[in-house]
């Protein structure tokens, strides 16, 4: 059974930090590039970092110099710092795993594999 477990989410103050987690299991997560999305009502779910298994990295413009995505491949844990939060930044936060060809924020609708979700809400 695949699964993708999200967790640290919360309600901030704007400025404020959430570190987010993402535990995987039931497939071989070295094997897939790691990444986090995000959804609101007034916004379709959009790519906000992705991390190869090597480690390289790409952010969204909207959240660069503020979030930073990292993992734990032998703990099959995938996380992302959240600081200097906005108030735009409020919206359900989704884990995701991609084959590494689909290892960029625009394959949104090709991930493998999608956790339920966490809730971030960031108040001014």
């Known amino acids: 059974q695949v699964q993708l477990a999200e967790s640290g989410g919360g309600s901030v103050q704007a400025g404020g930090s959430l570190r987010l987690s993402c535990v995987a299991s039931g497939f071989t997560y070295s094997r897939y590039c790691m990444g986090w999305f995000r959804q609101s009502p007034e916004k379709e779910r959009e790519g906000v970092a992705m991390i190869t298994n090597s480690g390289n990295t790409v952010y969204a413009d909207a959240v660069k110099g503020r979030f930073t995505i990292s993992q734990d491949n032998a703990k099959y844990t995938l996380y992302l710092q959240m600081n200097s939060l906005k108030p735009e930044d409020t919206g359900t936060y989704y884990c995701?795993?991609?084959?590494?060809?689909?290892?960029?924020?625009?394959?949104?609708?090709?991930?493998?594999?999608w956790g339920k979700g966490t809730l971030v809400t960031v108040s001014s």
């Open positions: 995701a795993a991609g084959r590494p060809w689909y290892c960029s924020l625009s394959y949104r609708d090709y991930m493998a594999y």
